[in-house]
């Protein structure tokens, strides 16, 4: 294998041939340890290819020689490894200067393969034999396991690699009408609904706009696709409200049209109220004997190959066909320089169109009626180097060879299959249209719309058309109404495009319907006749449709072989089940940086201009402390000490925020949560502990009645959608008269705290009696804060005396700057987060997820308070009572530490007690009120008692020593919160 010494390659053709290249930009790279020059823009194969280097890989039972096939990834030919990284798409993959790629699937070299030999035991490896060995002959597996485990998978690992992974993200996307394809039935589609009004997106595969219409002939001076392409493109990209996206890829269908869409390193997350599936169709290969041959490709790929990437194909080419398309292969061939030898034409008598005429004018040879029986090779099976040709006698029979034609080069044309994954995943229904041969969708789903070849429409007019129309109902679907409603084609063009049976069994077969699976014709035969008659069951015993490209190119075939040996009619078959990803995923999109919405309070801005260090909090941002990083630990001890010792002011806005509302309110919240709620006065407020099935704690806050028929209902920052969907959920199977909304988005909130938050709540308060009597601990009243209508809350998270403002959300400033001048003369200062939950570790009160986890009940986690024992029911609860009975295996604990200048221990130091792990610290810090250590920690149950001490490791496997007390730590009869 050598690289040429020609700038390009020897197979590069001259401009203006090439659109995707940059013939200014030269790139190196190696194959197999070889050099080769391309041009930015080419893939690893098309730049072999301009080098005449045609294999690549290996077939993955036979080993056999591959090569290119589509030129668009649709099948497994071209897979690659580019250095730790394996099955890379040769035909999609761009090359990178110094780029090192290795082919894949080989024992010893690529071109000297020892892998070879398992073609010669052919015989002895039928279909299923993998059942047959291992099932019925089970001893036999030790045999066999290290040699299937040598020669499993594709690509290598390597485990040892220091793998410095690229950075990977993902973004959500909304639009009113997704269009999934950019060729033309894309394009006319994206512009009708455009001109609606709608926001439309536009989702393409390829860098360029235009698909087909790039490399594809439609007429006979070949500018016709060209020069459509240019005008659909540039109108949509001066259409303002179309978002276009190439390179990009749609890789599933998800229910409410959730689409998922992979741009390089990002995934994107798209909802669209509508979508248009304008994805094209999948030309689809002849079956004879070595048809896997490198140097047999679909007419598409030499298109693309010449068109898209400047490159020759090859010298000499026969071209089987069944329809205009391999005519205007021919015509493009030969102004590229290439000898045809033949246009060998599976139908009798075809059309006389302007492509086929054209062909006959330049003296290319027609042979009619005729197929190929054979390709012929040279060394290894390593190249094409003729054909040899018969006529069609009957379905999928020939006679005798009747011409040979040495070429290099074959170009299959002979038929199409809708490119309907997406469809598929939508619940789509197809149909065998028997005069079209081909399967066409019947029955889309609401707010799904197909257009172009997917939907069985060829002809480029009524392509446009049908595009147009598409777009025109996706609009009106998501709402959008403007202009007439356009034509949908009268004739589609899909009759005459394939050919029923392009399938031609050869006596000594190697005739190949899977390229993935190296499957033949004789192995579904013979899998149908082990009883797997159905093409779901056939799939799974002869793993056709099962490799990399999902059966892409073996799906239909597949379907007409069962038929056929079945006596079923293909009318009332389908082909197997297509699941998304339509293309394969890398883990890194699955699970690269997940991109989350900023959220900001209506305070955010204040919050800055007073020196915040701001901290994530959920999806939102808080103030961790307010002032320099240097003085970060003395801050947060300032903030404790002055809302223990004066007031304090807190954001508290990204609280979760529910009203429940209905008849069935209270009776709602008593099934939702652990306690009572029944008989909760107006007025009132009270604790929320909540749980799952299996009894774990999954969140708390408090419910605040205001009337008998509403609660409103505080959830923590994280869990309140996760609460809302449970909420909604289990009322859907309840049916309560209830309405539940989340309003947290609705209302800011603060949280004014210390034993001086009255008097200064009492300078901007007046119509709420704020004395002890007129307003105790858990009350809540509705009122006005300086002059702002507000929900006022008596709770106390941080342990003193204080109250909990909700506001609407766009008044969130206005009641922070009221307060803050009102405390002024009391030196009032803002906390944040850090203090917050320092003050809160004081108290005892636990965060939920910080000490708790996916296995916490109420009473792991010391809360048996919190518990109705006398409610029928409540989610949870019969596991909650059942863990009970099983006895606790641990149990949160407060503790100190039994020597004073022992190091503070850090969240998840360990419990042990001997050598045995039993539990971790789940918060622990310095209490300024206090003057040493206090924390939580999970203790083995014998251990929980007051005094009783357990061991702590800590850094550098330090043990220390903690001493359980009771909590509260601080206010331990809750004084000052209830004064």
Same mark, same amino acid.
């Given at each position: 294998?050598? &690289?040429?010494?020609?700038?390009g390659?020897?197979?590069?053709?001259?401009?203006?041939?090439?659109?995707?290249?940059d013939?200014?930009?030269?790139?190196?790279?190696?194959?197999?340890?070889?050099?080769?020059?391309?041009?930015a823009?080419?893939?690893?194969a +098309?730049?072999?290819?301009?080098?005449?280097?045609?294999?690549?890989?290996?077939?993955?039972?036979y080993?056999?020689?591959? +090569?290119?096939?589509?030129?668009?990834g649709?099948?497994?030919?071209?897979l690659?490894?580019?250095?730790?990284?394996?099955?890379?798409?040769?035909?999609?993959?761009a090359?990178?200067?110094?780029?090192?790629?290795q082919?894949?699937?080989?024992?010893? $070299?690529?071109?000297a393969?020892?892998?070879?030999?398992?073609?010669?035991?052919?015989?002895?490896?039928?279909?299923?034999?993998?059942?047959?060995?291992f099932? !019925?002959?089970?001893?036999?597996?030790?045999?066999?396991?290290?040699?299937?485990?040598?020669?499993?998978?594709?690509?290598?690992?390597?485990?040892?690699?220091?793998?410095?992974?690229?950075?990977?993200?993902?973004?959500?996307?909304?639009?009113?009408?997704? =269009?999934?394809?950019?060729?033309?039935?894309?394009? &006319?589609?994206?512009?009708?609904?455009?001109?609606?009004?709608?926001?439309?997106?536009?989702?393409?595969?390829?860098?360029?706009?235009?698909?087909s219409?790039?490399?594809?002939r439609?007429?006979?001076t070949?500018?016709?696709g060209?020069?459509?392409?240019?005008?659909?493109?540039?109108?949509v990209?001066?259409?303002?409200?179309?978002?276009?996206?190439?390179?990009?890829?749609?890789s599933?269908?998800?229910a409410? @049209?959730?689409?998922? =869409?992979?741009?390089? @390193?990002?995934?994107?997350?798209?909802?669209?109220?509508?979508?248009?599936?304008?994805?094209?169709?999948?030309?689809?290969?002849?079956?004879?004997?070595?048809?896997?041959?490198?140097?047999?490709?679909m007419?598409?790929?030499?298109?693309?190959?010449?068109?898209?990437?400047?490159?020759?194909?090859?010298?000499?080419?026969?071209?089987?066909?069944?329809?205009?398309?391999?005519?205007?292969?021919?015509?493009?061939?030969?102004?590229? #320089?290439?000898?045809?030898?033949?246009?060998?034409?599976?139908?009798?008598?075809?059309?006389?169109?302007?492509?086929?005429?054209? %062909?006959?004018?330049?003296?290319?040879?027609?042979?009619?009626?005729?197929?190929?029986?054979?390709?012929?090779?040279?060394?290894q099976?390593?190249?094409?180097?003729?054909?040899?040709?018969?006529p069609?006698?009957?379905?999928?029979e020939?006679?005798k060879?009747?011409?040979?034609?040495?070429?290099?080069?074959?170009?299959?044309?002979?038929?199409?299959?809708?490119a309907?994954?997406?469809?598929?995943?939508?619940? $789509?229904?197809?149909?065998?249209?028997?005069?079209?041969?081909?399967?066409k969708?019947?029955?889309?789903?609401?707010?799904?719309?197909?257009?172009? +070849?997917?939907?069985?429409?060829?002809?480029? +007019?009524?392509?446009?058309?049908?595009?147009?129309?598409?777009?025109?109902?996706?609009?009106?679907? &998501?709402?959008?109404?403007?202009?007439?409603?356009?034509?949908?084609?009268?004739d589609?063009?899909?009759?005459?495009?394939?050919?029923?049976?392009?399938?031609?069994?050869?006596?000594?077969?190697?005739?190949?319907?899977?390229?993935?699976?190296?499957?033949?014709?004789?192995?579904?035969?013979n899998?149908?006749?082990?009883?797997?008659?159905?093409?779901?069951?056939?799939?799974?015993?002869?793993?056709? #449709?099962?490799?990399?490209s999902?059966?892409?190119?073996?799906?239909v075939?597949?379907?007409?072989? %069962?038929?056929?040996? $079945?006596?079923?009619?293909?009318?009332?078959?389908?082909?197997?089940?297509?699941r998304?990803?339509?293309?394969?995923?890398?883990?890194?999109?699955?699970?690269?940086?997940?991109?989350?919405?900023?959220?900001?309070?209506?305070?955010?801005h204040?919050?800055?201009e007073?020196?915040?260090?701001?901290?994530?909090?959920?999806?939102?941002?808080?103030p961790?402390?307010?002032?320099? *990083?240097?003085?970060?630990?003395?801050?947060?001890?300032?903030e404790?000490?002055?809302?223990?010792?004066?007031?304090?002011?807190?954001?508290v806005s990204?609280?979760?925020?529910?009203?429940?509302?209905?008849?069935?309110?209270?009776?709602?919240?008593?099934r939702?949560?652990?306690?009572?709620y029944?008989?909760?006065?107006?007025?009132?407020?009270?604790?929320l502990?909540?749980?799952d099935?299996?009894?774990?704690?999954?969140?708390?806050?408090?419910?605040?009645?205001f009337?008998?028929?509403?609660?409103?209902?505080?959830?923590?920052?994280?869990? =309140?959608?996760?609460?809302?969907r449970?909420?909604?959920?289990?009322?859907?199977?309840?049916?309560?008269?209830?309405?539940?909304?989340?309003?947290?988005?609705?209302?800011?909130g603060?949280?004014?705290?210390?034993?001086?938050?009255?008097? %200064?709540?009492?300078?901007?308060?007046?119509?709420?009696?704020?004395?002890? !009597?007129?307003? /105790?601990?858990?009350?809540v009243?509705?009122?006005t804060?300086?002059g702002?209508?507000?929900?006022?809350?008596?709770?106390?998270?941080?342990?003193?005396?204080?109250?909990?403002?909700?506001?609407?959300?766009?008044y969130g400033?206005?009641l922070?700057?009221?307060l803050?001048?009102?405390?002024?003369?009391?030196?009032?200062?803002?906390?944040g987060?850090?203090?917050?939950?320092?003050?809160?570790?004081?108290k005892?009160?636990?965060?939920?997820?910080?000490?708790?986890?996916?296995?916490?009940?109420?009473? !792991?986690?010391?809360?048996p308070?919190? =518990?109705?024992?006398?409610?029928?029911?409540?989610?949870?609860g019969?596991?909650?009572?059942?863990?009970? *009975?099983?006895?606790?295996?641990?149990?949160?604990?407060?503790?100190?530490?039994?020597?004073?200048?022992?190091?503070?221990?850090?969240?998840?130091?360990?419990?042990?007690?001997?050598?045995?792990?039993?539990?971790?610290?789940?918060?622990?810090?310095?209490?300024?009120?206090l003057?040493?250590?206090?924390?939580?920690?999970?203790?083995?149950?014998?251990?929980?008692?007051?005094?009783?001490t357990?061991?702590?490791k800590?850094?550098?496997?330090?043990?220390?020593?903690?001493?359980?007390?009771p909590? /509260?730590?601080f206010?331990?009869?809750?004084?000052?919160?209830?004064?």
């Amino acid at each position: 294998m050598t &690289a040429s010494n020609q700038v390009g390659g020897i197979n590069r053709l001259p401009a203006p041939r090439g659109l995707l290249i940059d013939r200014s930009k030269q790139v190196s790279f190696t194959f197999e340890g070889h050099s080769f020059t391309g041009y930015a823009g080419d893939t690893i194969a +098309s730049a072999l290819a301009a080098n005449d280097a045609w294999m690549i890989s290996r077939s993955f039972k036979y080993h056999r020689p591959r +090569s290119v096939l589509t030129m668009i990834g649709q099948d497994a030919n071209t897979l690659v490894q580019i250095g730790d990284e394996p099955n890379c798409l040769a035909d999609k993959r761009a090359i990178e200067q110094d780029m090192a790629v290795q082919g894949q699937n080989y024992i010893g $070299t690529l071109d000297a393969d020892r892998g070879r030999m398992v073609e010669l035991v052919q015989k002895f490896l039928p279909v299923g034999f993998y059942y047959k060995t291992f099932h !019925e002959k089970r001893d036999s597996w030790r045999f066999w396991e290290p040699i299937v485990r040598a020669m499993a998978g594709l690509g290598k690992i390597d485990l040892k690699a220091d793998f410095h992974h690229s950075y990977y993200d993902k973004k959500y996307l909304f639009a009113d009408v997704a =269009v999934i394809g950019g060729g033309p039935a894309g394009l &006319a589609a994206a512009l009708q609904a455009a001109e609606t009004g709608a926001e439309v997106i536009l989702i393409e595969e390829s860098s360029q706009l235009g698909g087909s219409l790039n490399y594809a002939r439609f007429d006979e001076t070949g500018d016709g696709g060209s020069r459509t392409s240019g005008e659909l493109a540039s109108r949509v990209r001066l259409q303002p409200n179309i978002t276009v996206m190439t390179s990009a890829i749609c890789s599933g269908w998800f229910a409410d @049209n959730w689409l998922p =869409v992979i741009q390089g @390193n990002r995934f994107h997350k798209l909802r669209a109220k509508a979508v248009v599936i304008a994805t094209g169709s999948i030309e689809q290969p002849a079956v004879f004997r070595n048809n896997d041959l490198p140097g047999i490709m679909m007419g598409s790929a030499a298109q693309r190959l010449i068109h898209l990437y400047g490159v020759r194909p090859g010298k000499r080419a026969a071209i089987l066909t069944a329809n205009r398309d391999g005519y205007g292969q021919a015509l493009d061939l030969l102004e590229a #320089g290439i000898e045809v030898a033949a246009v060998i034409d599976l139908r009798l008598t075809p059309p006389q169109d302007a492509l086929t005429k054209a %062909v006959q004018r330049a003296g290319i040879e027609i042979r009619t009626g005729h197929a190929i029986a054979e390709a012929m090779y040279i060394g290894q099976k390593k190249h094409v180097s003729g054909v040899s040709v018969a006529p069609i006698t009957g379905e999928g029979e020939l006679g005798k060879t009747t011409a040979e034609y040495a070429c290099d080069t074959v170009l299959m044309s002979v038929g199409y299959s809708p490119a309907g994954h997406l469809l598929h995943h939508a619940g $789509t229904k197809f149909g065998y249209d028997t005069r079209s041969h081909m399967f066409k969708p019947e029955s889309v789903p609401a707010h799904v719309f197909a257009a172009g +070849s997917v939907n069985n429409t060829f002809d480029l +007019s009524a392509v446009i058309a049908d595009g147009r129309y598409a777009g025109w109902s996706a609009a009106k679907d &998501a709402g959008f109404e403007r202009g007439g409603e356009p034509s949908q084609p009268v004739d589609r063009g899909a009759e005459n495009q394939t050919h029923p049976w392009p399938i031609f069994p050869h006596p000594k077969g190697m005739e190949f319907v899977d390229f993935d699976e190296d499957l033949k014709i004789e192995d579904l035969i013979n899998g149908i006749h082990d009883g797997y008659d159905s093409v779901e069951l056939l799939k799974r015993y002869s793993t056709v #449709g099962m490799g990399p490209s999902q059966g892409k190119h073996s799906a239909v075939a597949a379907v007409r072989i %069962v038929s056929r040996e $079945t006596g079923m009619d293909l009318r009332n078959m389908s082909v197997t089940t297509q699941r998304p990803p339509y293309t394969p995923e890398k883990f890194g999109h699955l699970a690269g940086r997940i991109f989350d919405p900023e959220r900001r309070t209506a305070m955010h801005h204040r919050h800055l201009e007073l020196g915040a260090q701001m901290m994530p909090a959920g999806l939102w941002w808080r103030p961790a402390y307010y002032g320099a *990083k240097a003085d970060r630990d003395q801050i947060i001890r300032d903030e404790v000490n002055n809302v223990r010792n004066n007031v304090g002011l807190i954001d508290v806005s990204t609280l979760g925020g529910l009203d429940v509302r209905g008849p069935d309110a209270a009776e709602f919240l008593n099934r939702m949560y652990t306690f009572t709620y029944t008989k909760l006065q107006v007025g009132r407020s009270r604790y929320l502990l909540m749980t799952d099935q299996t009894g774990v704690i999954t969140d708390d806050g408090v419910a605040c009645r205001f009337h008998d028929e509403h609660f409103y209902v505080t959830a923590t920052t994280s869990g =309140v959608d996760a609460v809302y969907r449970q909420m909604l959920q289990w009322n859907a199977q309840w049916r309560l008269d209830v309405d539940v909304a989340n309003v947290t988005a609705a209302y800011a909130g603060v949280n004014i705290a210390g034993p001086k938050s009255r008097e %200064v709540l009492a300078r901007v308060c007046h119509d709420i009696d704020l004395s002890p !009597e007129g307003f /105790p601990y858990l009350g809540v009243r509705m009122g006005t804060v300086a002059g702002i209508p507000a929900r006022l809350m008596r709770v106390g998270f941080v342990g003193e005396l204080g109250y909990e403002i909700h506001v609407p959300a766009s008044y969130g400033e206005a009641l922070w700057d009221a307060l803050m001048a009102a405390g002024g003369l009391n030196g009032i200062r803002p906390f944040g987060v850090e203090a917050q939950r320092v003050l809160r570790l004081e108290k005892g009160h636990i965060i939920i997820s910080q000490d708790t986890d996916g296995l916490t009940n109420a009473y !792991e986690a010391d809360m048996p308070w919190a =518990v109705a024992k006398s409610k029928p029911f409540y989610v949870g609860g019969r596991s909650t009572e059942i863990q009970l *009975k099983n006895g606790l295996t641990r149990k949160l604990v407060g503790f100190t530490l039994k020597n004073a200048d022992d190091p503070c221990p850090e969240e998840c130091h360990l419990v042990l007690k001997g050598s045995t792990i039993v539990g971790r610290v789940t918060s622990a810090a310095h209490s300024p009120s206090l003057k040493k250590v206090v924390g939580l920690a999970y203790v083995h149950p014998d251990d929980a008692q007051p005094g009783s001490t357990f061991d702590i490791k800590v850094h550098g496997g330090r043990i220390i020593q903690g001493t359980v007390v009771p909590i /509260p730590f601080f206010d331990p009869e809750n004084k000052r919160q209830e004064m």
